[in-house]
């Protein structure tokens, strides 16, 4: 070993022990905000009932295939229903999304551009001024192949991390 590498062991030995844990410490300052802050812990809504969640209660969730006018050759129209109650505050959360629970796993965002007549009863969106229950009505378009099981995920920034997960199946 030469000179330069002998004087300069403590340093360099320091060096490769402390730049990887600053990297850790900085990568988990940075990672430990971004998971609180999402929804990464799937709260199960079992078929037909319901749960709290948000303040609210979510549930039951059901899913049928549909016709609709404006629906492409070779697709599917997934309609879905989901009871929201949001008790006595409001409560608001993001268009859920519906993922294959099999297979693929593919996932799909609500369309409202199917050719569904506007009715002013169907909710589709959470209404954060509704002061009932009342049902969340979303269409999804989705392949021929697509036959089911799905789910479909819910999320409120209220309840984050949590998030409502119903397997639903037409």
Same mark, same amino acid.
């Given at each position: 070993m030469s000179g330069w590498w002998r004087s300069n062991a403590v340093a360099l030995g320091a060096l490769v022990l402390l730049v990887p844990a600053t990297y850790a410490a900085m990568s988990w300052n940075e990672w430990s905000t971004v998971l609180e802050n999402s929804a990464s812990k799937a709260v199960a809504l079992p078929p037909g009932e319901e749960i709290p969640y948000a303040g609210a =209660?979510?549930?039951p969730a059901s899913a049928e295939f549909t016709e609709l006018p404006d629906a492409p050759a070779h697709t599917r129209v997934? =309609?879905?229903t989901l009871h929201i109650d949001p008790g006595d505050q409001s409560f608001?959360?993001?268009v859920?999304?519906?993922r294959e629970a099999d297979g693929h796993r593919r996932q799909? @965002?609500?369309? @409202?551009d199917l050719g569904r007549e506007w009715d002013p009863d169907i909710h589709t969106f959470c209404d954060s001024e509704a002061e009932g229950p009342y049902d969340l009505t979303l269409d999804y378009l989705v392949p021929d192949d697509a036959s089911g099981p799905f789910v479909v995920e819910l999320e409120s920034v209220a309840g984050r991390p949590?998030?409502?997960s119903a397997v639903v199946e037409p």
């Amino acid at each position: 070993m030469s000179g330069w590498w002998r004087s300069n062991a403590v340093a360099l030995g320091a060096l490769v022990l402390l730049v990887p844990a600053t990297y850790a410490a900085m990568s988990w300052n940075e990672w430990s905000t971004v998971l609180e802050n999402s929804a990464s812990k799937a709260v199960a809504l079992p078929p037909g009932e319901e749960i709290p969640y948000a303040g609210a =209660t979510v549930g039951p969730a059901s899913a049928e295939f549909t016709e609709l006018p404006d629906a492409p050759a070779h697709t599917r129209v997934v =309609t879905v229903t989901l009871h929201i109650d949001p008790g006595d505050q409001s409560f608001s959360c993001t268009v859920p999304q519906l993922r294959e629970a099999d297979g693929h796993r593919r996932q799909w @965002d609500a369309r @409202d551009d199917l050719g569904r007549e506007w009715d002013p009863d169907i909710h589709t969106f959470c209404d954060s001024e509704a002061e009932g229950p009342y049902d969340l009505t979303l269409d999804y378009l989705v392949p021929d192949d697509a036959s089911g099981p799905f789910v479909v995920e819910l999320e409120s920034v209220a309840g984050r991390p949590e998030f409502v997960s119903a397997v639903v199946e037409p």
